[in-house]
């Protein structure tokens, strides 16, 4: 058959690609065959929002790092990842050709597995990528109140049951009791708020905040509700239920006072509402856990700081900058190392002791805090540990703080000493068993023995030191023994170079 001349003008579908042609006449034995072909795009493969950390659930995309339309190689970075911990860098785990950017910039609050991108193999068309038919935000439900289900007449309906409120000509109401209570006590109208309950129920907080508005409107009158009652033969006042109504008491029933408002200001005022970000929700939910979930218990001691200060001021004569935060952490990891029964997690299920010292150090930033790790602690040496402690602080502050860097952990320890906090109580980061709490140095007066025996006061630099532990795992006397060591360390820090 000889090649077909057409001059072709299509229309693309959703289908297909419908055509109009004309041409040639090319011989009585020319079939046209091109009025109708299927349209097929490039198969796509789909890139979802990865987990970037174990307690990620929603992530920001904060630059992509390629274009559509450019080629794309395996471990290529993609886009910048804004997790609740860090600034996480992206990789491609295909080759192909970036053909659709499904999430742009600045895209927030993404959940996980969601489609942000889509790649075609090379050589394939990027500009035809098939888009999926399900992408897209998630729609909105618009919450429809339900018609309610009437009882039977013959059942007899529970107190709790929420009751249906009928008004001639307005909608109806699933009434919670609290509601009911509120709503008869000051003469409020439910029709005027729609229900925000399950399955269309009026609830306590839709009546509080229809009181709120009448509040606001016009000062609460305190009016009793006054209903002719049904007289028996005799003309006594008697109840629907057939029972006798007590005549009122000739004393005056006092006011009822105003419903109090949970989680409300007395004076009603208005406030700014601040959206958390990734981070502050990881941090209240962790912190939510922490408290709810481990029992803690709690153990201080005072310790002398006189020896590390004056170690400190040794090394830099010697142009050595170390901080007493940095001898803290090398205390710390020695004293792991000769009680290797406190270097434990609590896994689930029970206790898991630690080959190595992870000492997790608490950093605060601009979204909340976070625990970057000086791994392998106890080999490390003051000064290299003063140098791992800047360099993750920085990473830490500027958002830019890898997985590796904060995942983990043996033993959580929190610094507040720089603004000027003598004590206090940290929580256990889980599954870590424990977190140490140290507070500023501070003179203080004591009686102390000098070499000849005679007692005379001194000036002394004490530092208290909180210890948080799970009692699951350890008990109040390790935690008690393991404080005792950490001091004697601290107040002979010669001791940090043998072990």
């Given at each position: 058959m000889p090649a077909c001349a057409c001059t072709i003008h299509g229309t693309a579908s959703h289908h297909g690609l419908f055509l109009s042609a004309s041409w040639q006449k090319l011989g009585a034995g020319h079939q046209h065959s091109c009025l109708f072909f299927p349209f097929i795009g490039a198969p796509a493969v789909k890139i979802f929002m990865p987990a970037l950390s174990p307690t990620m659930e929603e992530g920001n995309i904060v630059k992509w790092l390629k274009k559509e339309g450019e080629p794309v190689n395996v471990g290529d970075a993609l886009c910048e990842i804004e997790t609740d911990k860090a600034v996480v860098t992206m990789e491609s785990s295909d080759d192909g050709i970036l053909a659709k950017i499904m999430r742009e910039e600045g895209s927030k609050n993404i959940r996980l597995g969601t489609l942000i991108a889509l790649l075609v193999e090379e050589g394939e068309d990027w500009k035809q990528v098939e888009i999926p038919s399900d992408v897209g935000d998630t729609p909105s439900v618009t919450a429809a109140t339900p018609t309610p289900t009437p009882l039977p007449a013959s059942a007899p309906a529970p107190s709790l049951v929420h009751k249906t409120e009928q008004h001639s000509?307005?909608?109806?109401?699933?009434?919670?009791?609290?509601?009911?209570?509120?709503?008869?006590?000051?003469?409020?109208?439910?029709?005027?708020?729609?229900?925000?309950?399950?399955?269309?129920?009026?609830?306590?907080?839709?009546?509080?905040?229809?009181?709120?508005?009448?509040?606001?409107?016009?000062?609460?009158?305190?009016?009793?509700?006054?209903?002719?009652?049904?007289?028996?033969?005799?003309?006594?006042?008697?109840?629907?239920?057939?029972?006798?109504?007590?005549?009122?008491?000739?004393r005056p029933t006092p006011a009822r006072p105003p419903v109090s408002m949970p989680g409300r200001p007395a004076s009603m005022d208005t406030f700014t509402e601040i959206p958390p970000s990734d981070t502050r929700r990881v941090i209240a939910k962790r912190v939510t856990e922490s408290k709810t979930t481990i029992p803690h218990t709690y153990a201080t001691a005072d310790c002398d700081l006189g020896a590390v200060l004056k170690l400190r001021k040794e090394l830099s004569k010697d142009d050595i900058k170390v901080s007493v935060n940095d001898i803290i952490i090398k205390a710390t990891a020695v004293t792991l190392k000769q009680m290797p029964d406190v270097n434990v997690i609590w896994d689930g299920v029970g206790p898991r002791q630690l080959q190595s010292i992870d000492i997790s150090i608490t950093v605060a930033t601009d979204q909340g805090f976070t625990t970057p790790i000086i791994k392998d602690a106890a080999a490390k040496g003051v000064q290299e540990i003063a140098a791992s402690t800047k360099a993750l602080t920085k990473k830490a502050r500027d958002g830019k703080l890898v997985p590796e860097e904060y995942q983990g952990g043996s033993f959580s320890i929190s610094d507040l000493s720089m603004f000027g906090i003598s004590s206090f109580i940290g929580f256990i980061n889980s599954p870590q068993a424990c977190a140490l709490a140290v507070g500023r140095a501070r003179a203080e007066l004591s009686l102390v023995v000098d070499e000849e025996g005679n007692e005379k006061l001194q000036q002394q630099q004490f530092m208290t030191m909180t210890l948080a532990s799970d009692s699951r795992v350890i008990d109040e006397e390790l935690a008690s023994k393991f404080l005792v060591n950490l001091k004697a360390n601290l107040e002979n820090p010669v001791r940090l170079a043998l072990s």
């Open positions: 000509g307005k909608l109806q109401f699933r009434l919670s009791p609290a509601a009911r209570n509120i709503l008869e006590t000051h003469d409020l109208d439910a029709s005027k708020c729609v229900p925000s309950g399950p399955r269309g129920i009026f609830t306590k907080e839709d009546a509080l905040r229809l009181l709120e508005q009448k509040q606001k409107g016009r000062p609460l009158e305190s009016k009793p509700v006054v209903s002719s009652p049904t007289l028996d033969k005799t003309g006594v006042p008697v109840s629907p239920l057939g029972k006798t109504i007590s005549p009122p008491s000739a």
